[in-house]
């Protein structure tokens, strides 16, 4: 299977085969949580260190996951948090990108 924009379903696909059905499922349970309580937290982070550590955990998780787009972005975001640019990360994108990653992912591998 090819990657696609949002999710490269073939690192979902190897994951899957790697630990099995219902490990990926608790995996993929505990991802949302994390990656969840991580974005309700972003927008009151001011220091750039503490958002590039932040959005660096996010740009991790999503790759192990296929998450590709959202993963894209936080990387930008660690970027510009890495060059105290605090003003041009658009956490909204993040956030938007993340809602549409995990709606596709549920709608596709749990359907």
Known sequence: MICLKLICWKQVNALCEEV??????????????EVEETLGGLAQIQ????????????RGSALSLGFNEFARLCGDGEKQAGNNELQVINLSAVKDCYEASKQEFIKEKFA
Not at 20 to 32: E, K, P, R
Not at 47 to 58: R, T, V
Request: net charge negative.
């Open 20 to 33: 099995g059905d219902d490990v990926f499922a608790s995996v993929f349970d505990v991802f949302l949580e």
């Open 47 to 58: 220091d750039p260190k503490q958002l590039e550590a932040a959005l660096h955990f996010l």
